[in-house]
T-cell receptor
């Protein structure tokens, strides 16, 4: 069974810092990897989706990379803002109907 | 609709009661997923529909859990004889097609508390 791990579990940084969130998975046979943001009491919002054939995706201040062979992905957030405070989850898609999620990294950006 | 809508937002049930959770996916979305999220954990797969067909229910924890999507749009997750361990957030997600390239769009979830 696919295992997805996210490190660190929690992170607190001052506003303006660049930061990296890590996601690792045990089985490289994936279709894609998706990064989500979850605000307290809310559902998940898709941030970036990287297909298995891609190395990275960018959206604004966010950049996600994928190294499928080593089972790793990183989410880079540039110039962090207090509004970025949320839990960030990664999920790998292993077939048409199965996603495996990590437990998330809870980010706090202090003003 | 503009997004995936779930109701109720919160549900408190006494142990042994039956509950029904509703999901309205984005209009036209073929695929619909139910997930269970325990506090501090990532979502765990429960079941998957392609239109009205339930193609995978391998994640349903027991036969007390039942899901349907009779007309290929709205879906209901029913839990019979609720137990305390059923307390969790139940998330619904949809995607436009069954292609593996599609993004998932999530609702805000139903937080179920079983007393």
């Amino acid at each position: 069974k696919q295992e997805v791990t996210q490190i660190p579990a929690a992170l607190s940084v001052p506003e303006g810092e660049n930061l990296v969130l890590n996601c690792s998975f045990t089985d490289s046979a994936i279709y894609n990897l998706q990064w989500f943001r979850q605000d307290p009491g809310k559902g998940l919002t898709s941030l970036l989706l990287i297909q298995s054939s891609q190395r990275e995706q960018t959206s604004g201040r966010l950049n996600a990379s994928l190294d499928k062979s080593s089972g790793r992905s990183t989410l880079y957030i540039a110039a962090s803002q207090p509004g970025d405070s949320a839990t960030y989850l990664c999920a790998v898609r292993v077939n048409f109907n199965k996603f495996y999620f990590g437990s998330g990294t809870k980010l706090n950006v202090k003003p | 609709g503009a997004g995936v809508s779930q109701s109720p937002r919160y549900k408190v049930a006494k142990r042994g009661q039956d509950v029904a959770l509703r999901c309205d996916p984005i209009s036209g979305h073929v695929s619909l997923f139910w997930y269970q999220q325990a506090l501090g954990q990532g979502p765990e797969f429960l079941t998957y529909f392609q239109n009205e067909a339930q193609l995978d229910k391998s994640g349903l924890p027991s036969d007390r859990f039942f899901a349907e999507r009779p007309e290929g749009s709205v879906s209901t997750l029913k839990i019979q004889r609720t137990q305390q361990e059923d307390s969790a957030v139940y998330l619904c997600a949809s995607s436009l097609s069954d292609s593996t390239n599609e993004k998932l769009f999530f609702g805000s979830g139903t937080q179920l508390s079983v007393l």
